[in-house]
T-cell receptor
Framework: AQTVTQSQPEMSVQEAETVTLSCTYD???????LFWYKQPPSRQMILVIR??????QNATENRFSVNFQKAAKSFSLKISDSQLGDAAMYFC?????????????FGTGTRLTIIP | DSGVTQTPKHLITATGQRVTLRCSPR?????VYWYQQSLDQGLQFLIH???????AKGNILERFSAQQFPDLHSELNLSSLELGDSALYFC????????????FGSGTQLSVL
């Protein structure tokens, strides 16, 4: 079974600085999808960024970018120019390649605090 | 706004009772997923429906059941409720295909007293 590990329960960063959240996963598949979701205090799950495993290029969405290391099964999220609104729980998630098995497997989350 | 609608937002009930949670997916999305988020278990996949048919089951208790109707909305039924069933229940939807993104509703907070 696939597992997703987030080893940092909590992180903090000064406003306007850069922070990196770590995620590792375990799978025997060669094609799959990786995601970072943000859950602010409102508890809404918001998709931050997505990476397809067959793409070598790291995904980027504005201030958010990933460092995808397929061989190491590592998928970290970098937030640049941190803003107060970035404060939230961040969940890393894995999704398999097969139709009929598209469920997301989540890590335990990292709580990010932004220091003004 | 993700386009996924969940009702009710909050539900308070007693042990032994039965409740129904409702989810309307984004327009055109054929897949509906249910997830449970609790402090001790984290985010757990419960069940996936695609175009009215059950596609995959996760850690769903026998006391729980779900279905997806012809208009593609879905309902999650929780019966013989226990204190440990208190959690945030999310519905998510996606278009067909594994490459599609999942969009989550705002969740139903269930409190069993």
């Amino acid at each position: 079974a696939q597992t997703v590990t987030q080893s940092q329960p909590e992180m903090s960063v000064q406003e306007a600085e850069t922070v990196t959240l770590s995620c590792t996963y375990d799978t025997s598949e060669s094609d799959y999808y990786l995601f970072w979701y943000k859950q602010p205090p409102s508890r809404q799950m918001i998709l931050v960024i997505r990476q397809e495993a067959y793409k070598q290029q790291n995904a980027t969405e504005n201030r958010f970018s990933v460092n995808f290391q397929k061989a190491a099964k590592s998928f970290s999220l970098k937030i640049s120019d941190s803003q107060l609104g970035d404060a939230a729980m961040y969940f890393c998630a894995y999704r398999g390649p097969n139709f009929g098995n598209e469920k997301l497997t989540f890590g335990t989350g990292t709580r990010l605090t932004i220091i003004p | 706004d993700s386009g996924v609608t969940q009702t009710p937002k909050h539900l308070i009930t007693a042990t032994g009772q039965r409740v129904t949670l409702r989810c309307s997916p984004r327009s055109g999305d054929l897949s509906v997923y249910w997830y449970q988020q609790s402090l001790d278990q984290g985010l757990q996949f419960l069940i996936h429906y695609y175009n009215g048919e059950e596609r995959a089951k996760g850690n769903i208790l026998e006391r729980f059941s779900a279905q997806q109707f012809p208009d593609l909305h879905s309902e999650l039924n929780l019966s013989s409720l226990e204190l440990g069933d208190s959690a945030l229940y999310f519905c998510a939807s996606s278009a067909s295909g594994v490459e599609e993104k999942l969009f989550f509703g705002s969740g139903t907070q269930l409190s069993v007293l």
